[in-house]
C-alpha cells in the first residue's frame, strides 16, 4: 500500500483540504480530480484564478501545486495511483421523491463509490470527507465490496486479486472564510473506523497524514457510526445556537433590552463560552440547513418525532429572522415597498468568501422582489454568484462600488458583515440616497450611533 492521497471532488472542502494535506506532507503525492473538467482548469490556471475565494489558499497552492499537489479530470488514473481515496463530493439536500426535502441526496456520492470500485485494483482506504446520514459507510462498503458475482466467488476474487476496501469517516469541521486556518490548527480532527484489526490499521493510515502537523491529543478516534454522527450533530449544536440568539433578538426589539448586551453577558458564562452568539440574518452556508435537515430525517426514520421536531424548530426559527427582516422594513417604510428603490450591502452568506449557498441575503431579495423593490445588490466577492443565483429576477442591478449602489436607495440593509463596510464614508452615501434614509444593519457591525448623527434612521436586529 503506497501513501499517495487522492481526494475526489474539487470544491470548497476537497480543494482546501488537499491542498493544506500536501503543504505538510511533502513526500506523499495528493491528487485533486473532479469530474467538472472547468473547475479543475480554474485550479490549474496560470494566474491562479481559483475556482473559490478563501483567504490564504492562494499562498498555499502556489506553494505546492505541481509539486506533490495536482488537479485532474483523470479520476481513473488518479485511484489507480493512489491507495488512499477520500471522497468529498457535494451531498446537498434531496429535492425528489422518498424524503423529498429532508434527506441527503447521496447519488453523487454513490457514482463515486461505483467509480472507486471499478478503477480500484488493490487495496483501498476510503475516506469519507464529505457529510453524510450516519451509517452511510455501511453502504459505501456493501457497493464496493458486492461484485455481479456471487457472494463466495467475490471472496475468492478479493483474496486472488488482492483488492480490499476499508471505509472510514474523517468528517471535515472548517469554517468558510477560515478554512486556511482551521486546517492548519484545529480544534479536533476526528477519524472513525472499524473496530478490527484491518480498521485499526487503515486509521493509523489517515491519523499518520495529520499527525504531520496536528498534535496527537487533537485527534479523536472514534466508532465509523459516531464519526458520521458527530459531523451533523456538531453543525446541528452550532445552527442552534445561532437561532437560539436570534430567538432572544425578537425579545430585545419588542421590549428595549440588547442583544449584544445579553449575548456578551450570557458567553461571560464558561459552561456557554462567547462563540456563536451573534444575532443576525440567520445562518447561511451550504451546510447548516442541509444537515439539520438530515438530522431531522434521521430522527423521523428511526421513530424520533419529538427529536426531529426540536431539530425542525432550528430551522423554523432560522426562516422566521429572514422574514422579520423583510416586515421590519415595510414598517419602517411607511407600510409600502413597491418601486423604492433598496440597496443589499453584502450577498455572500458571511464574510471573506465569495460562496451564496443558502444565503439569507437570497432570501431577503426574493421576499423583496414580491414586494415589487428595485433592488440592487453590492458584493466584493460574491456577484457572480449572485447573479447566477437570481437569473430568474428581473429588475435587479448588480453594483461592485458600495458608493454607486446606494445613490437615490430609500434603504440600505447590511446583510453581510464585511469588514471594510463600517469604514465606508457614510456621509457620502446618505447625501447620495432619497429622504428619508434608511440602514437597516442586520449585522450590527456599523456604528449606529454616528448614522443616526449624520441623520440616518437606522434599524438594528435585537435592538
Ligand atoms: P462543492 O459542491 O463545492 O464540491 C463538490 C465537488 O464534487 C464538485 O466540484 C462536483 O463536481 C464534484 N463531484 C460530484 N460528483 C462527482 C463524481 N461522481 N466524481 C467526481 N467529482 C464529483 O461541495 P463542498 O462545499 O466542497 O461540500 C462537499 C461535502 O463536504 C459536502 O458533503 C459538505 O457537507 C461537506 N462539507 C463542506 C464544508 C464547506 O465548508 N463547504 C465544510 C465541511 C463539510
Ligand atoms: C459551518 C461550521 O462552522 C463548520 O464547523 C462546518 O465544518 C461547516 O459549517 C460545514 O459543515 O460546512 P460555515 O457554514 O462555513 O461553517 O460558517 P460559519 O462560520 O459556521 O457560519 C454559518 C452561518 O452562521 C453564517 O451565515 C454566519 O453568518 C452565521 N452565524 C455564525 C451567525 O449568524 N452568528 C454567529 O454567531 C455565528
Redesign the pocket.
Known amino acids: 500500500m503506497n501513501r499517495d492521497i487522492v481526494c475526489i471532488g474539487a470544491g470548497y472542502i476537497g480543494g482546501p483540504t488537499m491542498a493544506v494535506i500536501a503543504k505538510m506532507n511533502p513526500d506523499r503525492k495528493v491528487m485533486v480530480v473532479d469530474i467538472n473538467a472547468e473547475r479543475i482548469a480554474a485550479w490549474n490556471s496560470d494566474d491562479y484564478n481559483l475556482p473559490i475565494y478563501e483567504p490564504g489558499l492562494v499562498d498555499v497552492v502556489r506553494e505546492v501545486r505541481g509539486k506533490n499537489l495536482f488537479f485532474s479530470t483523470d479520476i481513473q488514473r488518479a485511484v489507480q495511483e493512489c491507495d488512499i481515496v477520500f471522497v468529498g463530493v457535494n451531498t446537498p439536500t434531496k429535492m425528489f421523491g422518498k424524503g423529498s426535502g429532508r434527506a441527503s441526496d447521496l447519488q453523487y456520492w454513490e457514482a463515486t463509490a461505483r467509480s472507486i470500485k471499478e478503477y480500484a485494483k488493490g487495496d483501498k482506504i476510503v475516506v469519507e470527507k464529505s ?1 453524510l446520514p450516519v451509517r452511510t459507510a455501511a453502504a459505501m462498503e456493501a457497493i464496493l465490496n458486492a461484485g455481479n458475482d456471487s457472494r463466495v466467488e467475490h471472496v475468492e476474487r478479493v483474496e486472488k486479486e488482492g483488492a480490499r476496501f476499508t471505509v472510514l469517516s474523517n468528517p ?6 477560515t478554512a486556511i486556518k482551521d486546517l492548519l490548527d484545529p480544534d479536533r480532527v476526528l477519524i472513525g473506523g472499524p473496530q478490527t484489526e484491518v480498521g485499526e490499521q487503515a486509521m493509523q493510515a489517515v491519523v499518520d497524514i495529520y499527525a504531520a502537523w496536528v498534535p496527537k491529543e487533537k485527534i479523536l478516534t472514534t466508532n465509523v457510526w459516531s464519526a458520521e454522527l458527530t ?1 451533523l450533530a ?2 446541528a449544536f ?1 445552527a442552534q ?2 437561532s437560539s ?1 436570534n430567538a432572544i433578538a425578537g425579545l430585545c426589539e419588542a421590549t428595549g433590552a440588547d442583544v449584544d448586551e445579553v449575548a456578551r453577558v450570557i458567553g461571560a458564562d464558561r459552561r456557554i463560552g462567547p ?6 440574518p ?7 440547513k442541509k ?1 439539520v435537515l438530515n438530522l431531522v430525517y434521521l430522527c423521523e426514520t428511526f421513530g424520533l418525532h419529538t427529536a426531529a421536531e426540536y431539530w425542525m424548530g432550528v430551522i423554523r426559527m432560522n426562516e422566521h429572522q429572514q422574514e422579520r427582516i423583510v416586515s421590519r422594513l415595510f414598517s419602517a417604510m411607511f407600510n409600502t415597498l413597491a418601486n423604492k428603490k433598496i440597496a443589499l450591502f453584502g450577498f455572500a ?2 464574510a471573506d468568501t465569495g460562496d451564496t449557498r443558502e444565503t ?1 441575503a437570497g432570501t431577503v431579495a426574493r421576499l423583496l422582489a414580491e414586494e415589487h423593490v428595485r433592488i440592487t445588490i453590492t458584493d466584493p466577492k460574491a456577484l457572480d454568484n449572485a447573479k447566477r443565483d437570481l437569473s430568474d429576477l428581473t429588475d435587479v442591478v448588480y453594483e461592485v462600488d458600495e458608493y454607486n449602489a446606494a445613490v437615490g436607495a430609500d434603504a440600505i440593509v447590511l446583510m453581510t458583515d464585511w469588514k471594510h463596510y463600517p469604514s465606508l464614508d457614510w456621509q457620502r452615501i446618505y447625501d447620495s440616497m432619497r429622504k428619508p434614509a434608511l440602514v437597516f444593519d442586520t449585522r450590527n457591525c456599523l456604528n449606529a450611533q454616528d448614522l443616526r448623527r449624520i441623520g440616518f434612521k437606522v434599524l438594528n436586529v435585537g435592538k
Open positions: 457529510t471535515e469541521f472548517l469554517a468558510e472564510g459531523k456538531a453543525n452550532l445556537r445561532v440568539i462563540k456563536f452568539l451573534k444575532a443576525g440567520g445562518f447561511g452556508g451550504s451546510c447548516f444537515d452568506f458571511k439569507p
